[in-house]
């Protein structure tokens, strides 16, 4: 009967909150799979987006939140765009970046917030929706108000 030796995750310990993934590092065509430590909420495939440094290894968690929109005008196209998910840079200088943060990105500009700050910004994303909400049914009212019942009462003609 031959053996057969399964590759399993090394049996270290790591912090609550943490788990052990592969992760590759070295040049092109000259890199090295290591096991490294990486947030449980972190989906990125460290193997097959390694870095050359281990001090390059970001952490991202998956896409948490996207929204789009389309214009009358170009109703296929999704011209304004909003995504957020977790980001963790271990290495980063700025504590508040070592810590799990939100980035917001609306595809061109990236938004780094604290736990407390993105809070703040989804209640303000909140009564944004709101104003929308009311814009929309003033919008609404104003084209089924007394001149569009004048326009179909003369049979569309001015």
């Not at 290894?57 to 005008?73: E, N």
């Not at 980063?92 to 943060?101: E, G, L, S, Y």
Request: hydrophobic residues 40%.
């Amino acid at each position: 009967m031959q053996n057969i030796l399964v590759p399993t995750t090394p049996a270290i310990e790591t912090k609550p909150g943490w788990k052990l993934a592969p992760a590759a590092f070295g040049k092109p065509g000259n890199q090295a799979t290591v096991w490294a430590e990486c947030p449980d909420f972190c989906s990125e495939n460290h193997v097959d987006n390694w870095t050359q440094h281990a001090v390059d290894l970001d952490h991202w968690g998956s896409d948490g939140a996207r929204w789009d929109t389309d214009s009358m005008h170009a109703p296929a196209e999704a011209l304004l765009a909003l995504s957020a998910r977790l980001y963790l840079d271990p290495t980063n200088p700025d504590p508040r970046m070592r810590a799990a943060t939100v980035r917001i990105d609306d595809e061109s500009v990236d938004v780094f917030h604290t736990p407390e700050m993105a809070e703040q910004t989804a209640d303000e994303l909140i009564a944004f929706a709101a104003q929308l909400r009311h814009l929309a049914r003033q919008a609404r009212t104003f084209n089924e108000g007394p001149a569009e019942a004048l326009h179909q009462v003369r049979g569309g003609q001015v």
